[in-house]
């Protein structure tokens, strides 16, 4: 019966106070800003000729006097002195926000000062795009969704990039027509100043048919081992095919072996003869498509012991020659 008829005279006090309005008991409210996460405390400055004194959420009562009337476990009683009266909520979360009211009634006179609570809440990314997978030339949009208090500023970032810096203002990033230099991780950025940013990835990978490079024709001597590398860029990674005039070699033919790394294989002779020298056509390819190149293994000119060895016997052979007409005209 006691805190039912503290609770009426409570009520009593508040609608009161709100009729008061004219007579010029009532203060404006204040604001009180807090982060989400840490404690809210909503202060009331009064006198020692306070009778009554009560913190209002809305119409629904927190604290009469030292009394608790809120059920939320959140909320406790701060400062009760002669000067001051406060509560606190702690954690406080986004639905904290609002209008409180403290109540309090001097030598029969009704006042109300109001404090409005706000609820800021850091920058937090909520959906982004997955990993993505697309063919060169395709257009493609990448999305990122932040919620926080105030409203926080989304920007994307190109990670990693080797044709200059990339980065867009909001929440979508579109990009028409991409191409294979575009290809790498997205970052989304997002932040309202209240902490750290906060940052996820989205991973571009753009497939492009083979491009053929680094194919150079190749000069060795009979005896000798020798190599032809055919390297190709491409997304997904490039098969390879050798062929010798039209011809297709495969790495169980005697002497030869072929090797093949992400980007490039390798035809690779132990020891060059006569029958190995010829042009050889390189077929990189995936399912965008293929790309071909040829080179030469040849052996080149002769060495300057064979242009001797050429020498002598030509000599000798003219001899001979000259002998014999010398002998048929006698």
């Known amino acids: 019966m006691h805190r039912l008829g503290s609770l009426w005279m409570v009520v009593a006090v508040i609608l009161q106070g709100l009729l008061s309005e004219a007579i010029d008991f009532f203060q404006s409210s204040d604001n009180i800003t807090v982060s989400q996460g840490q404690t ?13 004194v009560a913190w209002l959420n809305r119409s629904s009562i927190m604290y009469a ?32 926000e609002g209008l409180y009211t403290c109540s309090f009634q001097t030598m029969d006179q009704p006042h109300t000062v109001q404090v409005y609570l706000i609820v800021q809440v850091p920058a937090k990314i909520v959906n982004i795009s997955s990993d993505l997978t697309v063919n060169e030339r395709s257009n493609i949009a990448l999305l990122c969704v932040a919620i926080g208090r105030p409203e926080p500023v989304v920007t994307w970032k190109k990670l990693t990039s080797k044709h200059g810096s990339f980065t867009s203002e909001g929440e979508y990033l579109e ?5 294979r230099h ?10 309202n100043g209240l902490s750290s940013p906060d940052t996820k990835k989205v991973r571009v990978t753009v497939n492009y048919a083979p491009e053929i490079t680094d194919v150079r024709n190749v000069t060795v001597r009979n005896g000798h081992p020798a190599v032809l590398r055919c390297e190709a860029l491409s997304v997904p990674a490039a098969d390879f095919q050798w062929y010798k ?16 790394d992400r980007t490039r294989s390798l035809l690779m002779f132990f020891n060059v003869s006569q029958e190995s020298y010829g042009n ?17 293994l040849h052996g080149g000119p002769p060495s300057r ?16 020659v000259s002998c014999f007409v010398m002998f048929r005209n006698n």
Request: net charge negative.
């Open 40 to 52: 809210a405390a909503l202060s009331c400055d009064i006198d020692g000729n306070v009778t009554r």
């Open 65 to 96: 006097g030292r009394d608790k009337w809120s059920m939320d476990t959140r909320v406790s009683l701060g400062a009760h002195s002669e000067l001051e009266y406060s509560i606190q909520i702690s954690p406080v979360d986004v639905y904290d």
């Open 175 to 179: 990009i028409t027509e991409i191409n």
């Open 182 to 191: 575009q290809a790498g991780d997205y970052e989304c950025i997002t932040s």
């Open 245 to 260: 005039e039209d011809k297709r070699l495969s790495g169980t033919i005697e002497g030869l072996r072929i090797q093949k």
């Open 280 to 296: 050889y056509t390189c077929f990189a390819s995936n399912k965008l498509g293929g790309s071909n190149a040829s080179m030469l």
């Open 305 to 320: 012991g064979a242009l001797v060895a050429v020498e002598t016997g030509l000599r000798l052979w003219l001899v001979a």
